[in-house]
């Protein structure tokens, strides 16, 4: 049996085998591939996986003749299975207008599908346009999974939630160049929302791993088979464990926060609401740490032009409240600097408006770090309210005000909670259960073989 994975990111081998760098993100389709290769090694089980994922148009380009037909192709090496070569493919789209259908890439699929001949296709994610061409393309809808990650279509209904309208409809002198203004991001989530809606519905299988997600295919495509498909975290993470001694106490750690679905904009104004009252509630040292790029920096003329006007409204909390000397922004951090991160904090806060289920927080509980999470998306399905950790609701007809005082009384809980180390040790072995490799690989490779069997 051969599966062709559909990937949104290049595998860490094969950009290393085309002289290409890496972005630290979807680390679990690695995890899946790990698991997947140890059983087959292990067990002598019979399947061959191939990728195909987006590359630039420098990278085609590059290729001359071999890139002709917008794709390229070859075999690397996997490190941790000498012998062990993977088949890849390489499509040009361009990811930085992720909203655009480009009918291109339905001439690079028509290709890489002719090479390849793959007996299973599955597609990791929705959130861009190649999965929809993919569907399109490869036509066998018994033979297609498409795997619900980001949901486009809520994360459209849920971007402008709880920021003021002046805000939203603001345009920096950033925004307007690159047309890319709040209301215009929501628009393009809207469109990504449509490609998504489209690729389910030519789908006769969905994986998933929440109610969330179910629900979505569901409604998406009631005819589809919904499939159960634990993620599988990054090897760093199985091992090491968060210990209070070595923490910093009220040190907050964020994994992402340089859009509005991250809601940083909660925690901001929820941190300095109780360093208002720090003579009540006795809280006077919060640091907060965050993973990914900074979009608040206004150090230079050049960085102040490029500021978006979400940047903008989270500089204005941040000097409303004081805060500068307060948030320090990471940067894109490795397997192993998140680890590091996670290890040092206090607590690991989830502030989205929206999750389905965030591999940040799977990390954290599988660390037993202390957490507080907003009960939005699939999160309620991976985490169990009032036991793995603290939460608070965040729902659209509540008011900001509302949501910053839950998420600011479920940082207090966590602070004056006797039952930290209870929690810490439910969510960890909640965790263990989401993301057991072996049980998600056998997981997988039952799926592919019940939509092969018989056909």
């Not at 964020?254 to 009540?280: C, M, N, W």
């Not at 999470?373 to 509540?398: H, L, N, Q």
């Amino acid at each position: 049996m051969k599966v062709l994975w559909i990937c949104n990111l290049i595998l860490p081998e094969i950009a290393a085998q085309m002289g290409l760098g890496t972005i630290p993100k979807e680390g679990w389709v690695k995890g899946l591939l790990d698991a997947m290769l140890a059983k087959k090694h292990k067990e002598s089980v019979e399947f061959d996986i191939a990728f195909a994922f987006p590359v630039s148009k420098n990278v085609i380009d590059a290729a001359g003749e071999a890139g002709k037909n917008g794709f390229i192709s070859g075999n690397a090496e996997l490190k941790d299975y000498p012998g062990e070569l993977v088949e890849y493919y390489g499509f040009y789209e361009d990811t930085a207008h992720e909203s655009v259908y480009d009918v291109a890439l339905e001439i690079s699929f028509r290709g890489i599908f002719d090479i390849a001949k793959p007996d299973v296709v599955h597609c990791f994610g929705t959130e861009f346009p190649h999965t929809l061409a993919a569907a399109k393309v490869w036509n066998n809808p018994d033979r297609l999974l498409i795997g619900i990650q980001g949901p486009c279509t809520v994360y459209a209904e849920r971007y402008t939630s709880h920021i003021p309208d002046k805000i939203v409809k603001r345009h920096t002198f950033r925004d307007f160049l690159k047309k890319d203004s709040i209301l215009e991001q929501k628009n393009k989530y809207i469109a990504r929302g449509n490609n998504e809606r489209a690729a389910v519905k030519l789908a006769g299988h969905i994986a998933g791993r929440t109610a969330f997600d179910k629900s979505l295919a569901k409604e998406w495509n009631e005819k589809a088979v919904y499939h159960y498909a634990g993620e599988t975290l990054r090897r760093d993470f199985y091992e090491g464990e968060w210990k209070q001694e070595t923490a910093e106490k009220h040190r907050l750690f964020v994994s992402q926060a340089d859009y509005p679905l991250k809601g940083f904009h909660f925690l901001l104004t929820a941190v300095g609401e109780i360093l208002k009252d720090s003579s009540e509630n006795g809280v006077d040292d919060i640091q907060i740490y965050v993973a990914g790029q900074s979009i608040v920096d206004v150090d230079s003329l050049k960085k102040k032009i490029k500021i978006s006007s979400y940047g903008k409204y989270l500089r204005r909390l941040i000097e409303e409240y004081g805060l500068s000397d307060r948030v320090h922004i990471l940067g894109r951090l490795s397997a192993a600097q998140m680890k590091e991160q996670y290890l040092k904090c206090d607590t690991y806060v989830c502030c989205s408006e929206c999750e389905n289920s965030p591999n940040s927080l799977g990390e954290a509980m599988i660390l037993k770090v202390p957490i507080v999470t907003a009960e939005v998306g699939g999160i309620t399905s991976v985490f169990t309210v009032g036991k793995d950790g603290y939460s608070y609701r965040d729902e659209p007809e509540e008011s900001m005000e509302q949501v910053v005082n839950a998420l600011k009384q479920a940082l207090l809980d966590r602070w004056n909670a006797d039952d930290v180390d209870d929690r810490r040790k439910n969510a960890c072995e909640h965790a263990h259960r989401n993301h057991n490799p072996e049980a998600n690989a056998e997981g997988m490779l039952k799926i592919y073989e019940k939509m092969t069997a018989d056909r």
